[in-house]
């Protein structure tokens, strides 16, 4: 399957008879919406059945799938509303990440520790500056360089 092929797929089962206005304020509630739910699924996998990702029960993860193509849906809804087609959305988003790290993902950027929000050099990958990573126990980050601040000057 391809983008283009998908797009097509969404066109043809959009309702006709939709203003412009109304079509964006579907696709922008539906994407909404749908995203919520992919949030609510996870929450209560996470948090009241207390599934680690990794081992989030089949049915779960079929669910999240699920959900993950509604939230699809709506947003190639909403792109071709623009004239926007999903290789473009993609290619934006991609100069955009690229423009605020161009090393690549895994390079420590200056930005704004999640954890304490002070402005240190942080990893990419987790988010944590050096020194709240040993407060907070982030044992989920397995990239070797986290810096201390002002290493990566």
């Not at 969404?10 to 109304?22: I, M, N, Y």
């Not at 090393?103 to 520790?113: I, L, M, S, V, Y």
């Not at 944590?128 to 989920?140: F, H, K, L, S, T």
């Given at each position: 399957?391809?983008?283009?092929?998908?797009?097509?797929?969404?066109?043809?089962?959009?309702?006709?008879?939709?203003?412009?206005?109304?079509?964006?304020?579907?696709?922008?509630?539906?994407?909404t919406g749908e995203a919520g739910e992919v949030a609510d699924l996870l929450k209560k996998a996470l948090f009241h059945q207390r599934d680690p990702v990794a081992a989030l029960p089949l049915a779960t993860r079929d669910a999240l799938l699920?959900?993950?193509g509604d939230v699809l849906w709506y947003l190639t809804l909403l792109a071709s509303c623009f004239d926007w087609s999903l290789i473009d959305v993609m290619t934006a988003n991609v100069l955009k990440l690229r423009a605020r790290c161009p090393?690549?993902?895994?390079?420590?950027?200056?930005?704004?520790?999640v954890v304490c929000g002070s402005e240190r050099d942080v990893c990419?990958?987790?988010?944590?500056?050096?020194?709240?990573?040993?407060?907070?126990?982030?044992?989920?980050?397995d990239e070797e360089e986290v810096l201390t601040e002002g290493e990566a000057d």
């Open positions: 399957m391809t983008p283009r092929f998908y797009e097509t797929f969404v066109q043809r089962l959009t309702l006709a008879g939709f203003s412009d206005t109304e079509r964006v304020v579907m696709g922008a509630l539906g994407l699920s959900e993950l090393q690549g993902g895994a390079t420590p950027a200056r930005r704004c520790c990419d990958h987790c988010g944590y500056c050096a020194a709240c990573i040993p407060d907070y126990g982030q044992e989920g980050c």
